[in-house]
Protein backbone atom coordinates (compact mmCIF):
# COMPACT_ATOMS: atom_id res chain seq x y z
CA UNK A 1 0.00 0.00 0.00
CA UNK A 2 1.42 3.21 -1.09
CA UNK A 3 1.31 6.19 1.71
CA UNK A 4 2.70 9.47 1.90
CA UNK A 5 2.52 10.90 5.29
CA UNK A 6 3.72 14.12 6.70
CA UNK A 7 4.19 15.63 9.47
CA UNK A 8 5.94 18.67 11.75
CA UNK A 9 3.18 20.85 10.69
CA UNK A 10 1.69 23.24 13.57
CA UNK A 11 1.34 27.39 14.83
CA UNK A 12 4.44 29.04 14.65
CA UNK A 13 4.76 32.76 15.38
CA UNK A 14 6.58 35.02 12.69
CA UNK A 15 10.22 34.45 12.33
CA UNK A 16 9.64 31.30 13.53
CA UNK A 17 11.09 28.03 12.20
CA UNK A 18 9.19 24.65 11.49
CA UNK A 19 10.62 21.24 9.58
CA UNK A 20 7.78 19.67 7.75
CA UNK A 21 8.76 16.05 6.78
CA UNK A 22 6.96 13.41 4.36
CA UNK A 23 7.67 9.73 5.08
CA UNK A 24 6.82 7.03 1.93
CA UNK A 25 6.18 3.86 1.79
CA UNK A 26 4.94 1.08 -0.49
CA UNK A 27 7.34 2.17 -3.25
CA UNK A 28 11.04 2.68 -4.47
CA UNK A 29 11.24 5.88 -2.72
CA UNK A 30 14.59 6.21 -4.65
CA UNK A 31 13.12 5.96 -7.87
CA UNK A 32 10.90 9.29 -7.49
CA UNK A 33 11.68 12.83 -7.60
CA UNK A 34 10.38 14.62 -4.60
CA UNK A 35 8.22 18.11 -4.29
CA UNK A 36 6.45 19.68 -1.77
CA UNK A 37 3.58 22.06 -2.49
CA UNK A 38 1.36 24.44 -0.96
CA UNK A 39 -2.32 25.37 -0.79
CA UNK A 40 -3.96 28.62 1.08
CA UNK A 41 -7.62 28.78 1.70
CA UNK A 42 -8.76 30.28 -1.50
CA UNK A 43 -6.10 29.78 -3.30
CA UNK A 44 -4.59 27.06 -6.13
CA UNK A 45 -1.67 24.82 -4.90
CA UNK A 46 2.02 26.01 -6.12
CA UNK A 47 5.17 24.64 -5.60
CA UNK A 48 7.08 24.91 -3.14
CA UNK A 49 10.16 23.02 -3.76
CA UNK A 50 11.37 20.52 -5.81
CA UNK A 51 14.01 17.84 -5.04
CA UNK A 52 15.10 15.02 -7.81
CA UNK A 53 15.57 11.30 -6.98
CA UNK A 54 19.34 11.36 -6.46
CA UNK A 55 19.30 15.14 -5.10
CA UNK A 56 21.49 16.21 -8.19
CA UNK A 57 18.75 18.88 -8.85
CA UNK A 58 16.78 21.02 -6.18
CA UNK A 59 14.93 24.09 -7.10
CA UNK A 60 12.69 26.66 -4.99
CA UNK A 61 9.70 28.88 -5.74
CA UNK A 62 10.95 32.32 -5.52
CA UNK A 63 8.98 33.11 -2.54
CA UNK A 64 10.96 30.78 -0.37
CA UNK A 65 14.54 31.18 -1.78
CA UNK A 66 16.73 31.89 0.77
CA UNK A 67 14.18 30.50 3.45
CA UNK A 68 13.52 26.55 3.00
CA UNK A 69 15.36 24.01 2.19
CA UNK A 70 14.57 20.82 0.74
CA UNK A 71 15.85 17.49 1.76
CA UNK A 72 16.06 13.82 1.43
CA UNK A 73 17.31 10.98 2.88
CA UNK A 74 16.54 7.76 0.46
CA UNK A 75 17.83 5.21 3.15
CA UNK A 76 14.67 6.54 5.41
CA UNK A 77 12.56 6.73 2.42
CA UNK A 78 11.64 10.62 4.35
CA UNK A 79 11.87 13.85 2.39
CA UNK A 80 11.74 17.26 4.54
CA UNK A 81 11.43 20.70 4.50
CA UNK A 82 13.61 22.79 6.71
CA UNK A 83 11.35 26.38 7.29
CA UNK A 84 12.88 29.49 8.60
CA UNK A 85 12.21 32.89 8.64
CA UNK A 86 8.90 32.45 8.66
CA UNK A 87 5.63 34.39 7.41
CA UNK A 88 2.09 35.01 7.74
CA UNK A 89 1.78 34.19 3.66
CA UNK A 90 3.51 30.51 4.59
CA UNK A 91 0.41 30.11 6.19
CA UNK A 92 -0.98 26.79 4.19
CA UNK A 93 -1.18 23.02 4.17
CA UNK A 94 2.07 21.87 2.89
CA UNK A 95 1.88 18.18 0.62
CA UNK A 96 4.23 16.16 -0.20
CA UNK A 97 4.43 14.59 -3.95
CA UNK A 98 6.27 11.61 -5.48
CA UNK A 99 6.41 11.21 -9.23
CA UNK A 100 8.07 8.49 -10.88
CA UNK A 101 11.23 9.40 -12.99
CA UNK A 102 10.62 6.74 -15.83
CA UNK A 103 7.06 7.23 -16.24
CA UNK A 104 5.95 11.03 -14.86
CA UNK A 105 2.43 9.75 -15.13
CA UNK A 106 2.90 8.00 -11.82
CA UNK A 107 2.64 9.95 -8.97
CA UNK A 108 1.48 9.61 -5.64
CA UNK A 109 0.14 12.52 -2.53
CA UNK A 110 -0.22 13.20 0.86
CA UNK A 111 -2.67 13.69 3.08
CA UNK A 112 -1.09 17.47 4.09
CA UNK A 113 0.08 18.88 6.90
CA UNK A 114 -1.16 22.57 8.22
CA UNK A 115 1.47 25.27 8.71
CA UNK A 116 -0.02 28.14 10.73
CA UNK A 117 2.09 31.42 10.52
CA UNK A 118 0.71 33.88 13.47
CA UNK A 119 1.05 35.75 16.07
Known amino acids: QVQLVESGGGLVQPGGSLRLSCAAS????????MRWYRQAPGKERELVAA????????KYADFVKGRFTISRENAKNTMYLQMNNLKPEDTAVYYCNAESRYNSARGYWGQGTQVTVSS
Open 51 to 58: ITSASGSI
Open 26 to 33: GFTFSWYH
